[in-house]
């Protein structure tokens, strides 16, 4: 069972405090060990529903082969409220994430590490809580600035917030809008870079996201059932 670091029936007031007084635990530093098991971690919603499904998928390095998900169901009570997307998205993420008999090396979440206002993004949060490397992958950047990327694939350019190096963006496929890479937790940029780019396949996703991104669309559609499935020994 994880230990909780602080409550989640709070209001957007007291989760910005949260999120300042948490921002100086995170922990930026290399991935000296090898990852052999890379999860990806995201949430579906009916738009106006408080109703959310979350998932997390976990794929073996290097072949990406899929090894196994954790499913849940359950209702959201925080508010949509940007910056705050942790609040109103982890907790759902956490159960699925304490079902899991065996955990990941690195988890992906669709979200921002440490690429956000107050540099706690749901990568960097959900890092605190589980006590792992974590990675954010966003389809959209939330604060900074870059320089224009060429238009080949693995184009790249560093993220800066008042002279800060906060991110990377990324072209992931020629001619196709970049992904936002950052460090959540227990990783540091060049590490978050080399797990992603490791996930690369034809699509602009990484596949470890992008197969939790289906998973979890397939479960709020009722294609697949909450719980968790094991395809092979971990």
Not at 10 to 39: C, G, H, N
Not at 182 to 190: I, V
Not at 197 to 223: D, F, I, K, M, W
């Amino acid at each position: 069972m994880l230990i909780p670091l602080h409550p989640w029936n709070v209001s957007p007031t007291e989760a910005v405090k949260i999120q300042r007084d948490m921002r100086e635990k995170v922990r930026l530093e290399p991935l000296f060990d090898s990852v052999q098991y890379v999860a990806g971690a995201d949430i579906s919603f009916d738009r106006g529903s408080d109703v959310f499904h979350a998932g997390i998928v976990i794929l073996r390095l290097p072949s990406l082969q899929v090894c196994g998900h954790s499913l849940v169901t359950t209702k959201s009570t925080f508010p949509y409220v940007p910056g705050l997307l942790s609040f109103r998205e982890m907790p759902s993420l956490l159960e699925a994430w304490d079902q899991l008999p065996t955990k990941p090396d690195v988890v992906v979440l669709d979200g921002h590490g440490i690429a956000h206002p107050r540099r706690l993004g749901i990568a960097s949060h959900f890092g605190l809580w589980v006590n792992k490397p974590t990675i954010g992958c966003a389809k959209k950047m939330l604060v900074g600035m870059h320089e224009t990327l060429a238009t080949e694939a693995k184009s790249h350019a560093l993220i800066h917030d008042n002279q800060e190096i906060i991110g990377v963006a990324l072209r992931s496929r020629e001619n196709v809008n970049p992904i936002y890479i950052s460090p959540g937790h227990l990783t540091n940029l060049e590490s978050a870079l080399s797990v992603v780019s490791a996930c690369l396949t034809r699509y602009r996703l990484p596949e470890v996201t992008r197969q939790a991104h289906q998973l979890v669309n397939q479960l709020r559609r009722g294609e697949v059932q909450p719980g968790v499935r094991l395809y092979q020994e971990m």
